[in-house]
């Protein structure tokens, strides 16, 4: 029983790292027509009424419980989400993926600070290496590497806010808490924490600043009649906001939850290095981006780590 758990657990946090894997490709498309941080508010209003449809009912939380809740929404959505599109406009996509590819290092040294887990041994390391190795081949494809120190360190800082999600989430998870309805409590803060964003980024294009701000921008578009009828009314536009914030925010984060809950954060945060190998291959069939044999060497070497990072001892 408890082997058949732990398989759901792991199916869980498959289907949530193949849905996000998904996301760049959707993202892509709406940006069209949406702003990074609409995109995000939009994305995440979604997945909150998504949730309360799918478990329509309250759960009494305690009040001290309140501030976990904020944190993850905090660190794990607003900070976690808006930092990565912010640093997409200051340096290319391949050094972001890299960069927050490493946030199971993080989510394990956190741990291990804060819950007093266990979790650097040897093969961990040796694991994390070579994934980290493996994501890097897919990412660059055989481009170059171009530093930006801007970009690089806010894609740094994005890898580290979500540690600090999971840190949250294993808290919330010790307290029994639904999934769904915990998920909701913290989409419910991030949403919160947004609004003085979009209200920010409807004065900067008020203000004619919008062009200078790509990453708050454009919510100047918001206050033109005709330009909001032509992009609402695109079916695509709101199959891929429904995708994003149905699935891939409001299942996705309640799935992930749950699999961190049966198989434990750390192990399952490792296979978050498979989100650019899934964005590889859809961006292939669906962006027609080429794949090469340098890309799937290091898909090969990426699962071979994700392999070896979860042996517990050497011999």
């Known amino acids: 029983m408890n082997k058949n758990k732990k398989v759901f657990g792991y199916f869980l946090a498959t289907i949530s790292i193949f849905f996000w894997g998904i996301t760049f490709i959707c993202t892509k498309y709406?940006?069209?027509?949406?702003?990074?941080?609409?995109?995000?508010?939009?994305?995440?209003?979604?997945?909150?009424?998504?949730?309360?449809?799918?478990?329509?009912?309250?759960?009494?939380?305690?009040?001290?419980?309140n501030i976990y809740f904020a944190l993850a929404g905090l660190s794990g959505v607003v900070l976690y989400q808006f930092s990565e599109n912010i640093a997409i406009h200051f340096t290319n996509a391949s050094n972001v993926s890299v960069i927050v590819s490493i946030c199971?290092?993080?989510?394990?040294?956190?741990?291990?600070?804060?819950?007093?887990?266990?979790?650097?041994?040897?093969?961990?390391?040796?694991?994390?290496?070579?994934?980290?190795?493996?994501?890097?081949?897919?990412?660059?494809?055989?481009?170059?590497?171009?530093l930006n120190p801007k970009g690089d360190l806010l894609a740094?800082?994005?890898?580290?806010?979500?540690?600090?999600?999971?840190?949250?989430?294993?808290?919330?998870?010790?307290?029994?808490?639904?999934?769904?309805?915990?998920?909701?409590?913290?989409?419910?803060?991030?949403?919160?924490?947004?609004?003085?964003?979009?209200?920010?980024?409807?004065?900067?294009?008020?203000?004619?600043?919008?062009?200078?701000?790509?990453?708050?921008?454009?919510?100047?578009?918001?206050?033109?009649?005709?330009?909001?009828?032509a992009r609402f009314s695109n079916p695509m536009n709101w199959v891929n906001l429904v995708f994003l914030g149905v699935l891939a925010s409001g299942f996705c984060f309640s799935a992930w939850n749950k699999a961190c809950n049966i198989v434990g954060t750390v192990k399952v945060s490792c296979g978050l290095y498979l989100i650019p190998v899934v964005t590889i291959v859809f961006a292939f069939f669906a962006l027609g981006e080429k794949i090469t044999v340098?890309?799937?060497?290091?898909?090969?070497?990426?699962?071979?780590?994700?392999?070896?990072?979860?042996?517990?001892?050497?011999?």
């Open 156 to 229: 740094l800082f994005s890898a580290i806010c979500w540690g600090f999600y999971s840190l949250f989430v294993s808290i919330i998870n010790k307290k029994k808490y639904d999934p769904i309805c915990a998920t909701r409590r913290v989409f419910f803060y991030a949403v919160l924490f947004m609004i003085p964003l979009c209200v920010s980024g409807i004065f900067i294009g008020q203000t004619g600043n919008a062009a200078h701000n790509g990453f708050l921008a454009s919510m100047s578009v918001s206050l033109d009649a005709a330009k909001n009828v």
């Open 104 to 146: 199971p290092l993080f989510t394990a040294i956190i741990a291990q600070i804060f819950l007093k887990e266990k979790h650097l041994t040897p093969w961990f390391l040796v694991g994390f290496v070579l994934s980290i190795t493996g994501v890097a081949l897919v990412c660059f494809n055989g481009q170059s590497m171009e």
């Open 30 to 65: 709406l940006l069209n027509d949406f702003s990074s941080l609409e995109i995000l508010f939009f994305r995440f209003l979604l997945a909150y009424c998504g949730l309360w449809v799918m478990r329509p009912k309250t759960q009494k939380i305690k009040r001290g419980d």
């Open 294 to 315: 340098l890309g799937l060497i290091g898909t090969v070497i990426t699962i071979t780590g994700l392999f070896i990072s979860g042996k517990r001892k050497m011999r």
